[in-house]
Nanobody, 120 residues
Framework: QVQLVESGGDLVQAGGSLRLSCVVS????????FGWYRQTPGKSRELVAY???????TYADSEKGRFTISRDNAKNTVYLQMDKLKSDDTGVYYC??????????????WGPGTQVMVSS
């Protein structure tokens, strides 16, 4: 059974930093691309960062230069380093593996997510 477990969310002041982690089990982690997604009330999940199985990364425009996605294949973990946080970054963050970088269809069930709250 595939499991995605996110952690690292917290309440932080604007301008601060957080590092999110997503531990993945039940699959050959090295064979998959992963994305970090943010969901805010009343909106669907949006992709904020994406990393391929060979660690090529892409970011949503509003996150470029502030967020860094990375992976550790030895630990089956995807990370999201979030710097210069803004109130718009508030939301629940999830990781998952999409069918492709532009797809909104995920390969696995969503995990519990981790809450990020940025106070201004």
């Amino acid at each position: 059974q595939v499991q995605l477990v996110e952690s690292g969310g917290d309440l932080v002041q604007a301008g601060g930093s957080l590092r999110l982690s997503c531990v993945v089990s039940g699959i050959d982690f090295r064979e998959y691309d992963f994305g970090w997604y943010r969901q805010t009330p009343g909106k669907s999940r949006e992709l904020v960062a994406y990393i391929t199985r060979v660690s090529v990364t892409t970011y949503a425009d509003s996150e470029k230069g502030r967020f860094t996605i990375s992976r550790d294949n030895a630990k089956n973990t995807v990370y999201l380093q979030m710097d210069k946080l803004k109130s718009d970054d508030t939301g629940v963050y999830y990781c998952n593996a999409p069918w492709s970088s532009s797809s909104t269809t995920m390969l696995f069930d969503w995990g519990p997510g981790t809450q990020v709250m940025v106070s201004s």
